[in-house]
C-alpha cells in the first residue's frame, strides 16, 4: 500500500511569514494526526481528526496554526505568523480506526524559521 | 495527563551484547504501550505493541502495570539496531511520546 504522503520535504522561511504543508494519509484510514517534532524532543500531537471533524487539537496555537481536512481526505497544516520557535519537523500520521494498531507515519516536513 | 519517560537519551551497547530500553509510563486508566523506531534516513516506524505480545526483529517488551513500565529488550545487539527509539503510551484516543533514546551499537 502506497505511504502517508507529505509535502514539502523542507522548507525555510523568515519569521513572521507563513507557511503551509499538506499530508495524504493512507487510503481508507479515517484518522489523521499532526505531530510537532522539535530537535531533541519526543513528537507532540498538534491535532487529530476523524474524517473530517476535529477530535483534539488541546495543543494547537491557535493564534498561529491552523489544520483543515474538507474532504476527509488529505489535510493541510498552516503557521501564520510563524516564530523561531517553530523550527521543528512537522509530521503527519494515519491510522485505521482510533489508532489502536499503531500510526503510520510520513516522512515529515522539516521547517526552519530564521 | 498521560506522560512517558525514556530515562536515556544515549544508550552504547556492543554488539552481541543484551539491550534494554526503559520506559516508564503514567496514566490514570490501562494504556496500550507502543514502541517507534526511527533508522537513520527514514521514517518512524512502528516496532511493536503490547497487545500483540510480539516478537519483531527479536525485540520484546513486557507490559509491567506494578512497576508501570514497558521495557525493550533484545538479547543479543545486531549493528543494524543502531536507530532512535520512542515508547509511546495511547491513553483515550490520545498518542504520547516520550523523549526518545539514541542506541547505538559497537561493532
Known amino acids: 500500500e502506497a505511504g502517508v504522503a507529505q509535502s514539502p520535504r523542507y522548507k525555510i522561511i523568515e519569521k513572521r511569514q507563513s507557511v503551509a504543508f499538506w499530508c495524504n494519509p493512507i487510503?481508507?484510514?479515517?484518522?489523521l494526526y499532526w505531530y510537532q517534532q522539535i530537535l531533541g524532543q519526543g513528537p507532540k500531537l498538534l491535532i487529530q481528526?476523524?474524517?473530517?471533524?476535529?477530535v483534539d487539537d488541546s495543543q494547537l496555537p491557535k493564534d498561529r496554526f491552523s489544520a483543515e481536512r474538507l474532504k476527509g481526505v488529505d489535510s493541510t497544516l498552516k503557521i501564520q505568523p510563524a516564530k523561531l520557535e517553530d523550527s521543528a519537523v512537522y509530521l503527519c500520521a494515519s491510522s485505521w480506526g482510533q489508532g489502536r494498531y499503531g500510526y503510520t507515519f510520513g516522512s515529515g516536513t522539516r521547517l526552519t524559521v530564521v | 495527563a498521560q506522560r512517558v519517560t525514556q530515562p536515556e537519551k544515549l544508550l552504547s551497547v556492543f554488539k552481541g551484547a543484551p539491550v534494554e530500553l526503559k520506559c516508564n509510563y503514567s496514566y490514570s486508566g490501562s494504556p496500550e504501550l507502543f514502541w517507534y523506531v526511527q533508522y537513520s534516513r527514514q521514517r518512524l516506524q512502528l516496532l511493536l505493541r503490547h497487545i500483540s505480545r510480539e516478537s519483531i526483529k527479536g525485540f520484546t517488551a513486557d507490559l509491567n502495570k506494578g512497576e508501570t513500565s514497558f521495557h525493550l529488550k533484545k538479547p543479543f545487539a545486531q549493528e543494524e539496531d543502531s536507530a532512535m527509539y520512542y515508547c509511546?503510551?495511547?491513553?483515550?484516543?490520545?498518542?504520547?511520546f516520550g523523549t526518545g533514546t539514541r542506541l547505538t551499537i559497537i561493532p
Open positions: 481528526f476523524q474524517n473530517n471533524g476535529v
Open positions: 509511546a503510551s495511547r491513553g483515550g484516543e490520545k498518542l504520547t
Open positions: 487510503s481508507g484510514h479515517a484518522t
